[in-house]
């Protein structure tokens, strides 16, 4: 990041750079619940959009595919114990979540397969 823009109080570690273009995705927690969102910076620090997650789940990694049009977000419910893999797509600047995979054991990891 060149410089930055405003405050994100509860923004996470988690930050995945988009392969194609200059954005960069990460989380942050928001309002005394803890729900989660998914936030997008441009590479001079501002704001470029966001979603809310729609389960009360942490966040434990995102990542993008290789052609930059589909967002993976890694998530854990405690209180279920369960994981949960979830596609994201957008189309003009509105995120849909696509799929959810949902798991009864807690996925250690993910990772887009390089080739397909």
């Given amino acids: 990041m060149h410089s930055t823009a405003e405050a994100i109080g509860s923004l996470s570690s988690l930050v995945h750079w988009r392969p194609a273009g200059p ?3 990460s ?4 309002g005394p619940s803890g729900a ?3 936030l997008f910076f441009e590479r001079n620090g501002l704001r470029h959009g966001e ?3 729609r389960r009360a789940a942490q966040v434990q990694a995102l990542e993008w595919n290789s052609a930059s049009d589909i967002l993976a977000l890694q998530l854990f419910d405690p209180a279920a114990q ?3 893999v979830q596609m994201w797509t957008t189309s003009n600047f509105h995120w849909y979540l696509k ?3 949902e798991f009864v054991t807690r ?3 993910m990772q887009w397969d390089g080739e397909n």
């Fill in 51 to 53: 979603f809310n997650i």
């Fill in 82 to 84: 369960r994981s949960y």
């Fill in 36 to 38: 989660q969102q998914v």
């Fill in 99 to 101: 799929q959810e995979f």
């Fill in 107 to 109: 996925v250690a990891s």
């Fill in 27 to 30: 989380t942050a927690s928001t």
């Fill in 23 to 25: 954005l960069f995705a």
